[in-house]
């Protein structure tokens, strides 16, 4: 259909629509919409659209800039994720919004970035992290913007292993991104061990890979860095780059 798609019984097989697909009964199959999919009953299948919703039991994957299901078996991948039920799903997304999901802030601090908030949502096995940090060079303040995603693993008891990665932006001098590159990029690595329900400690690893334009003092970089593995320069592009192995360690509470 050039505009909509609207079946209230059983759907098995593929809707196209430029607009809309909505049907109300159960539905099988793959459903393709320039704007939305809707469905009311049970689903399974596949929703191609802007914006895609399940009100029922889905089994498969949704792929659009917002995806909303009560209950998901698979797979959603956006730019919003809405979850009721994530016991056997996995969000994929900037946001994702989940039902008794995964919700924490934590406080950390490591050898480059003295204090850093970070705030994760999504599941356990995925979360997204909207990361912010401060530190000082040449006695001025240093921020960092990051996002990045991550996961965890259970140990037994109350110990867990958290895998995060993330990109975070360098600002000195109040000089906030502009066309030169300076940006730390990091794995971390963390034990955490659970003090209560909510509130647990963490220390572990963290390999960075730092990239910078920027050039003061007649050295490039605005951190201050402990040492250096590897480094390198490209003379074309004006580009330096450090890696090191560092620690990490803070709390975290979880909500």
Do not use: C
Not at 47 to 72: H, I, R
Not at 171 to 200: A, C, F, H, Q
């Amino acid at each position: 259909s050039g505009v909509s798609n609207i079946n209230s019984g059983y759907t098995n097989g593929i809707q196209l629509a430029g607009v809309l697909n909505i049907n109300r009964g159960e539905t099988k199959g793959i459903q393709l919409a320039g704007v939305a999919n809707f469905n009311i009953n049970a689903t399974k299948g596949f929703q191609l659209g802007t914006a895609n919703f399940a009100k029922n039991d889905f089994t498969g994957f949704q792929l659009g800039v917002l995806n909303f299901s009560e209950s998901l078996t698979g797979m959603q991948l956006g730019v919003i994720n809405v979850l009721g039920s994530p016991d056997r799903a996995l969000p994929i997304g900037i946001f994702s919004i989940v039902k008794n999901g995964h919700y924490e802030l934590e406080v950390t601090g490591g050898e480059v970035l003295y204090l850093n908030l970070n705030y994760k949502m999504g599941i356990e096995k995925f979360y997204t992290i909207f990361k912010t940090g401060l530190s000082y060079y040449n006695q001025e303040p240093v921020y960092s913007i990051g996002l990045g995603l991550g996961g965890m693993v259970k140990l037994g008891g109350t110990s867990t292993l958290s895998i995060d990665a993330s990109g975070n932006e360098i600002v000195y001098k109040n000089d906030w991104p502009d066309e030169k590159e300076n940006m730390l990029n990091k794995l971390d690595i963390n034990y955490r061990y659970g003090i209560t329900k909510n509130l647990s400690i963490l220390i572990g690893p963290s390999f960075n890979l730092y990239l910078t334009q920027k050039f003061f003092d007649n050295k490039y970089g605005t951190l201050n860095l402990p040492y250096h593995i590897f480094t390198n320069e490209t003379s074309d592009a004006g580009t330096k780059s450090y890696f090191w192995i560092g620690v990490n360690g803070g709390l975290s509470f979880r909500f």
